[in-house]
């Protein structure tokens, strides 16, 4: 019998040869609830940022494996997949350098506040950028709280700016191009702070009203990991009030970002929709690495190269 495999509607083909020509049989699904409909005998999903419930889960009998084309698996139960014999994988080599690129060029725009310069100029007001200078990032300091694989891409790609460069991290690792220093003293010393660190129970809400007071008025925060690691209304008031000087956000609670979301009314914070990862190069890798975790566990009948979980 034919292994059927789930991917979103709309799936590259270079993603789909690879399965097929593995010979697995390809449904295409808008939502879970579809791919229900469709495939409820399916042995693989692809997935991408869709939350899964543990109900759902739980409904595909025959389901081996969930491989997901990124890195957060923050939306899977990872331990309950496990306790149904199913594996979690990510795809981690795949987007950390873009991500990392993303990051370094919120870091170039906040610091020129180039793209309200952009917009005022759009508007005829040439009198914008004179009233809002930017700063240089020169002998300032950059505080990178997660220190996997982004974080140290970044941390390298970062260098060449004449920064200080310190950061943070559950276990300290050596670099060449970073300091480790303890999580308070990386909040209160940095001009610009990246939180580019997943998001776990320890980790969830971590940066809230305490981080915020402890950060210079003058700092930006740039989220480009998680929104889940933040308290949204802490940060709100942290913008509304200046109590620090803005903030670059990739990622949110809700995504899209709904259209009545405060965050628009400000002028102190640049808003992209969860793009980080979002080039040609990098969203190929995560395609054609996702779908291989399907080849190798249904295929080929090994054990995934990236599992996020332990299956007995």
């Not at 950028?129 to 020169?138: C, T, Y």
């Not at 981080?211 to 925060?221: I, N, P, V």
Request: one cysteine or more; aromatic letters at 6%.
């Amino acid at each position: 019998m034919v292994k059927k495999v789930i991917v979103p509607k709309g799936f590259p083909e270079v993603g789909q040869k690879i399965l097929t020509d593995a010979g697995l049989e390809v449904v295409e699904a808008i939502s879970i609830p579809d791919a229900l409909t469709k495939a409820p005998d399916a042995q693989g999903i692809l997935a991408g940022t869709t939350t899964f419930k543990n109900d759902d889960i739980a409904k595909f009998e025959n389901l081996k494996i969930i491989a997901r084309s990124g890195v957060g698996y923050n939306n899977i139960d990872v331990d309950f997949a496990a306790s149904r014999g199913i594996w979690v994988t990510i795809t981690p080599n795949a987007n950390a350098s873009t991500v990392a690129e993303t990051t370094l060029a919120d870091i170039l725009a906040v610091s020129k506040n180039i793209f309200n310069d952009s917009m005022a100029m759009r508007k005829g007001d040439h009198k914008y950028p004179r009233n809002h200078p930017g700063f240089d990032l020169a002998n300032k300091t950059l505080g990178i709280i997660g220190f996997g694989r982004i974080g140290q891409m970044l941390a390298k790609k970062a260098s060449q700016l004449d920064m200080r460069i310190i950061y943070n991290n559950r276990t300290k690792k050596a670099n060449d191009y970073a300091t480790y220093v303890e999580r308070e003293e990386l909040i209160k010393q940095s001009d610009i702070i990246c939180l580019t660190l997943a998001v776990t129970p320890q980790t969830e809400r971590s940066f809230g009203q305490r981080e915020f007071e402890m950060m210079k008025s003058s700092a930006y925060l740039i989220n480009t990991a998680r929104g889940q690691l933040v308290d949204p209304n802490a940060m709100l008031h942290a913008l509304q009030s200046k109590q620090i000087a803005g903030a670059a956000l990739d990622v949110f609670d809700d995504e899209p970002l709904p259209l009545d979301s405060p965050l628009y009314q400000l002028d102190n914070v640049l808003l992209t929709p969860h793009i980080a990862a979002n080039t040609v190069e990098s969203m190929t890798r995560m395609i054609t690495g996702a779908a291989g975790e399907l080849v190798t566990t249904l295929v080929d009948n090994k054990q995934p190269q990236w599992p996020v979980n332990q299956v007995k």
